[in-house]
């Protein structure tokens, strides 16, 4: 064996067992920013109607989009950040204008944020 296949056996043998071994602490790492997390004041963003935010003279905030992989969490995740959205602009309210299951097992929804005081 010469020096460099020796040199090179060697390099795969401590190096490419050290990968292997920290393949999924590494992929688990990279991972963990693309999920999405509650943000502080979601539980209080409540679904409601159109006819419901109306009534209750709710405050128009922002539209909402949110589009989840089903690796991502699918339709959970896409509500939740939808959640998120409203919450992070001092709303409490979200009025759901679509749902959409994709055959991929994701989700995708649209709607409105609003801020009502009645809560």
């Known amino acids: 064996m010469s020096a460099y296949s020796e040199a090179q056996q060697y390099f795969v043998d401590s190096?490419?067992?050290?990968i292997i071994k920290y393949l999924p602490l590494v992929i688990a790492a990279l991972t963990a920013g693309?999920?999405?997390?509650?943000?502080?004041d979601v539980e209080n963003v409540?679904?409601?109607t159109q006819d419901a935010a109306n009534a209750l003279k709710c405050k128009h905030l922002l539209q909402v989009n949110s589009a989840k992989s089903a690796s991502q969490g699918g339709m959970p995740a896409a509500h939740l950040d939808a959640r998120n959205q409203v919450a992070k602009a001092g709303g409490n309210a979200l009025v759901l204008k679509s749902q959409v299951n994709t055959q991929q097992g994701g989700g995708e929804i649209a709607g409105d944020g609003y801020s009502c005081a009645s809560f």
């Open 15 to 18: 190096h490419g067992s050290a």
């Open 34 to 40: 693309c999920a999405t997390s509650p943000a502080p």
């Open 46 to 48: 409540r679904i409601v």
